[in-house]
Each structure stands twice: as structure tokens, then as C-alpha cells.
């Protein structure tokens, strides 16, 4: 049973490009959330999708955007990357909005 | 005020002794309360849930005081395994699983 799996696992960008990460979440498991960690620091909530819709989003500006498809799978984006958002990007799957979550490896983004 | 706070540490402790690690929150209304633990460079994983009448696991025990919105992680007879980060999270009543983690505490147990 594969838990829950990001790609990529590290990537290199600089500063205003965009960025795509990908979660397919643990098998049986239909809702995503999503969490930025930068260094030293504990993760940050950045969004959760049920349903193939955004359900509720945390203090994150309109940069971050993101899509849930058919089959549970997610995608975060990062538009116009500023220095600031160099982080490991952490997904988290659960069986409905309120199950216990899995998290992913990450993926670990630096921004030059 | 921040809505979960934790010491950061490091505690650096040999094995076998005893640790505590304390974290309080700020809303009230939360109903669920976590430990994580996560390993250097790697993602967090449950350690245990925090219910009201406090719980134990093994060496772990977790206790919540609600009239003082604190929660307590204790670990008894140190491992070197267990160094790592623990993570104290909150499930905010949005109605919806959001949680909210703390800065973590580094725990460094040495021979």
C-alpha cells in the first residue's frame, strides 16, 4: 500500500518563475492538504482540497494556488517565486476532511 | 500571541533520563491535540493523540490541561532514537482538519 508520494523531490528555481508540485495521495484517501516548512520552523497551512474544491486556505496570498483532480491527486503552484519561499513543501492526505493525516516525503524547493 | 507555542530547545539529555516538553495554544474552542515527531530532513509522522484524560504509550505520556490551554509531552528512559523534532499541533474548530503546528522541539539524546 503506497503512501503518500510528492514529486519532485527537490528542484531549483529563481526568483519570478512559476512552479508546479505534484501529491498523489495514500490509497483510499480523498481529501489533500497542504503545508509549507521553511527552515527551523514548524509547517505552515497553506490550503486543503475535498472534492476537487479548495475547502479552506491559510494566510497565503494568491501566488499559491492549487488544483485536486478526479481521482484525489493534487497540484500546488507557486507563481512570481520570491527568495522567501525557498521551503519543503509537505502534503497531507486523509479519508475525509476530518481523518488523521499522512504526509508525503516532500518536496524541497530552493529559490535562487 | 501565537496560536501554538513550544520551546524550541534543544534539550540535550543521556540516555535514560527522563524529558518533558510543554506547548500552550490559543484557542480555545480546539478540541484535538497532537504530537508529531519528525526526523532531520524527513516529514512529520504521528507520535500520538492528546486526549483530555491524558495518555500513555510505552515510554510516552501526553496530558492536556484545558483551563490552561497546555499540553505536555513526557518521555521516560531516553533512547537515542528518539532524538529528533517534536511537533505540537492543534486541529483548529474550522469544521474542517486544519492543523496547526508549532516551531517543534529539538530533542538530542547522547550516550
Known amino acids: 500500500d503506497a503512501g503518500v508520494t510528492q514529486s519532485p523531490t527537490h528542484l531549483i528555481k529563481t526568483r519570478g518563475q512559476q512552479v508546479t508540485l505534484r501529491c498523489s495521495p495514500k490509497s483510499g484517501h480523498d481529501t489533500v492538504s497542504w503545508y509549507q516548512q521553511a527552515l527551523g520552523q514548524g509547517p505552515q497551512f497553506i490550503f486543503q482540497?475535498?472534492?476537487?474544491?479548495?475547502?479552506q486556505r491559510g494566510n497565503f496570498p494568491d501566488r499559491f494556488s492549487g488544483h485536486q483532480f478526479p481521482n484525489y491527486s493534487s497540484e500546488l503552484n507557486v507563481n512570481a517565486l520570491l527568495l522567501g519561499d525557498s521551503a519543503l513543501y509537505l502534503c497531507a492526505s486523509s479519508l475525509s476532511i476530518t481523518g488523521e493525516l499522512f504526509f508525503g516525503e516532500g518536496s524541497r524547493l530552493t529559490v535562487l | 500571541r501565537k496560536e501554538v507555542e513550544q520551546d524550541p530547545g534543544p534539550f540535550n539529555v543521556p540516555e535514560g533520563a527522563t524529558v518533558a516538553f510543554n506547548c500552550t495554544y490559543s484557542n480555545s474552542a480546539s478540541q484535538s491535540f497532537f504530537w508529531y515527531r519528525q526526523d532531520c530532513r524527513k516529514e512529520p509522522k504521528l507520535l500520538m493523540s492528546v486526549y483530555s484524560s491524558g495518555n500513555e504509550d510505552g515510554r510516552f505520556t501526553a496530558q492536556l490541561n484545558r483551563a490552561s490551554q497546555y499540553i505536555s509531552l513526557l518521555i521516560r528512559d531516553s533512547k537515542l532514537s528518539d532524538s529528533a523534532t517534536y511537533l505540537c499541533?492543534?486541529?483548529?474548530?474550522?469544521?474542517?482538519?486544519?492543523?496547526?503546528f508549532g516551531t517543534g522541539t529539538r530533542l538530542l539524546v547522547s550516550p
Open positions: 482540497y475535498y472534492e476537487e474544491e479548495e475547502r
Open positions: 499541533v492543534v486541529n483548529i474548530p474550522t469544521g474542517f482538519q486544519k492543523l496547526v
